[in-house]
């Protein structure tokens, strides 16, 4: 028999979800009360970041949604309660004297455009904004871009009267608003964040090492994110934390590969001399840590033809590596591929790829670039997120802090493994970056191979972000420590009948 009262009590709790408005209004209702995403998302219960990604198209779900679509419609009848005042007010104030009326001018009329400001400039000659690639008359810190969020092509698309009256939109309806903040002012350094968890963590457990690890552990997503924002304070422009993807760095399946090529090595020298010889396996420490400085888009990627390459733009493109004739002592820049023909890469490799055709090395010719898609970049996006990890590591390390020292590892690990199609970080949405990293890590592994060689040592394998495998006297060439600019010993072993 049908159970009729749980039929009625289902049909008693179904509800529709609280409409929102565009993402647009929501950021606007915010800015127009002078609240910051930190305020709202404090009040919230969520990160900035989240806050960050519902103004940029991205929406809630379940309570946290009613609590936002509550805010918005508060924010929405307090600015419009504060208009119709504004509004009394001067008809009240036009009515006792036309003369005065006329004489008054608007609030923002007359406001001199700020110019205090020492990293703002004007340029002598307009230049595409790192942005959107429109002319623009300024730029911040030495990147050309517009004062007006209004003024950039990055800006969201413009609406339907809009284009009916003849104006073009700013970019496709795909697009995500990216602010320049150039004038945003400087806070304090970061807190230490990493200190105060571990401390907690400790004090939860009594003092249970192994537990408060666990947890630190379970936790490194959220709290990653957390120090991110953090670290994002006074920066020069928001994080654009969902953006528009091109379908190459969209999974072709639900379990397969988005169409990028990381260039990860594996490769291992054919032959070695005759005679026996022992070989080290170095370990080289924090490889992700310290690939987090790269070049990396700040807006969302723009597609362009042709063979040519813009060193203030960063993002993938597709190319034709070149021939490499030195498999037999190093590896290839473009890791173990193969199948010949056109791959897309990253920004990481590619600048590889130049630099040691460029005519100071001359190993190889130019790669050939089909097509890119790229933005506006800077190598320094992440800089202070990263010194905030290198630093507590260090400290970690000279106190032989093993909870720190797992739970900074598990941060920046986690922080790029999941900040592409994951279900463990709905705050950041950039798979461009996390290739971008991934293969800056590769990078710096294939620069380490190079060196060795150049400095006389033999390059036996070349493996992942962190493995490197020598004969000769390795000491001459690298510094042994646990520092990120350091390298350990991993195993040694020898070969060969002598």
Request: one cysteine or more.
């Amino acid at each position: 028999m049908t159970d009729f009262g749980a039929i009625d009590a289902l049909l008693a709790g179904a509800k529709k979800e609280v409409p929102l408005p565009s993402a647009e209004e929501r950021r606007t209702l915010r800015e127009e009360l002078n609240l910051s995403r930190a305020q709202l998302a404090q009040a919230l219960g969520v990160g900035p970041s989240t806050v960050g990604g519902w103004e940029s198209g991205r929406d809630p779900s379940g309570e946290v949604r009613e609590k936002y679509a509550y805010f918005l419609e508060g924010a929405r009848s307090k600015l419009a309660a504060e208009a119709a005042e504004e509004t009394s007010a001067e008809d009240s104030a036009s009515s006792e004297s036309d003369a005065d009326s006329q004489g008054d001018a608007p609030a923002d009329a007359g406001q001199a455009e700020d110019s205090g400001d020492d990293d703002v400039d004007v340029l002598a000659a307009p230049q595409p904004c790192v942005l959107c690639g429109e002319p623009a008359r300024h730029q911040v810190a030495g990147f050309p871009q517009h004062l007006d969020p209004a003024e950039c092509g990055s800006a969201v698309p413009a609406t339907a009267t809009e284009s009916a009256e003849g104006t073009e939109p700013a970019q496709s309806e795909r697009g995500v608003r990216v602010v320049p903040v150039g004038r945003r002012l400087q806070t304090a350094d970061t807190p230490d964040l990493i200190g105060t968890a571990v401390a907690s963590a400790l004090a939860e457990h009594s003092g249970d090492v192994e537990s408060a690890t666990e947890a630190l552990v379970k936790r490194a997503i959220p709290d990653a994110m957390a120090l991110l924002d953090h670290s994002r304070m006074g920066g020069r422009y928001d994080v654009v934390a969902h953006p528009w993807m091109p379908d190459v760095l969209r999974k072709q399946s639900s379990r397969g590969a988005d169409q990028i090529w990381e260039a990860r090595p594996k490769w291992s020298r054919s032959e070695l001399p005759a005679g026996k010889h022992e070989i080290t396996a170095l370990d080289v420490n924090g490889a992700y840590l310290s690939a987090l400085k790269t070049h990396l888009p700040l807006g969302q990627l723009e597609h362009s033809t042709g063979n040519h390459h813009d060193r203030r733009r960063a993002g993938i493109h597709l190319i034709t590596p070149p021939d490499w004739e030195h498999d037999a002592y190093l590896p290839n820049p473009i890791g173990s591929r193969d199948e010949p023909g056109p791959l897309w890469v990253t920004e990481s490799t590619l600048r590889l790829l130049l630099r040691v055709s460029g005519p100071k090395y001359g190993l190889c010719d130019p790669p050939e670039i089909h097509e890119s898609w790229t933005s506006g970049a800077t190598e320094g996006l992440l800089e202070k997120f990263r010194i905030a990890l290198k630093d507590a590591r260090d400290r970690a390390i000279a106190d032989n802090d093993d909870v720190t020292l797992e739970y900074v590892k598990a941060m920046y690990s986690k922080f790029v493994s999941t900040m592409g199609e994951s279900n463990y970080n709905r705050e950041l949405y950039r798979t461009d970056w996390m290739h971008l990293i991934r293969s800056q890590a590769f990078a710096n592994l294939w620069w380490k191979a190079h060196r060795a060689y150049d400095e006389g040592l033999m390059v036996v394998r070349a493996m992942g972000t962190d493995e490197l495998h020598v004969i000769g006297d390795w000491r001459a060439v690298f510094a042994e420590g646990r520092g990120v600019t350091e390298v350990k010993v991993k195993d040694v072993y020898a070969v060969g009948t002598g």
